[in-house]
């Protein structure tokens, strides 16, 4: 059974710093793994997509790699923003349909 | 186009009572997923439906739920005699199956349901 576990669950920064959140997992035969973010009350926002095959997504500031020899995913955000303030969750995809979630990294930027 | 949709938005209900929610996937996605998101955690599955049928209901926690897609779009997901430990956030998410599929799954708003 896939286990998901995301490192730190809270991380409170000043604005402008770059930052690494972590995502591990425990069965390495995924299909792929997601990023998302949620806003406090709000659903889920698909950030970036890793497949299996690949190494690394970009989109604008947000940069995704995935090891799935190690088990684990990074997200990196460079010149964080206040905006950038939310949890963000990774998923894992074993077999293209069911996601197996992390407990999420709640992330504070101070202006 | 529009996204996933998800009604209502807020339900609040008695123990013991039956609730439906339902969700509207992306139009032309033959998968959909259920999710319950309880405060403080990630998401758990609940039931995946390709088309019309259940291909994995392993995540139902019991028999009260049950989750029905009778023409391949639209999901109602029915909970009976509802219990306090049923409230949660229910997500629901739709994508595109096939060969030239990333199987990004995309989620609804989520209906946040509390049992009084």
């Known amino acids: 059974k896939q286990e998901v576990t995301q490192i730190p669950a809270a991380l409170s920064v000043p604005e402008g710093e770059n930052l690494v959140l972590n995502c591990s997992f425990t069965?390495?035969?995924?299909?792929?793994l997601q990023w998302f973010r949620q806003d406090p009350g709000k659903g889920l926002t698909s950030l970036l997509l890793?497949?299996?095959?690949?190494r690394e997504q970009t989109s604008g500031r947000l940069n995704a790699s995935l090891d799935k020899s190690s088990g684990r995913s990074t997200l990196y955000i460079a010149a964080s923003q206040p905006g950038d303030s939310a949890t963000y969750l990774c998923?894992?995809?074993?077999?293209?349909?069911?996601?197996?979630f992390g407990g999420g990294t709640r992330l504070m930027v101070k202006p | 186009g529009a996204g996933v949709s998800q009604t209502p938005s807020n339900k609040v209900t008695e123990k013991g009572k039956y609730v439906e929610l339902r969700c509207d996937p992306i139009?032309?996605?033959?998968?959909l997923y259920w999710y319950r998101q309880s405060l403080g955690q990630g998401p758990e599955f609940l039931i995946y439906?390709?088309?019309?049928?259940?291909?994995?209901d392993s995540g139902l926690p019991n028999d009260r739920f049950f989750a029905v897609r009778p023409e391949g779009s639209v999901s109602t997901l029915k909970i009976q005699r509802t219990e306090r430990g049923d409230s949660a956030v229910y997500l629901c998410?739709?994508?595109?199956?096939?060969?030239?599929?990333?199987?990004?799954?995309?989620f609804g708003p989520g209906t946040r349901l509390t049992v009084t």
């Open positions: 998410a739709s994508s595109l199956l096939g060969v030239r599929s990333s199987y990004e799954q995309y």
């Open positions: 069965d390495s035969a995924i299909y792929n």
């Open positions: 890793i497949q299996s095959s690949q």
């Open positions: 998923a894992a995809n074993n077999a293209g349909n069911m996601l197996t």
């Open positions: 139009s032309g996605h033959t998968a």
């Open positions: 439906f390709q088309g019309t049928g259940a291909a994995d």
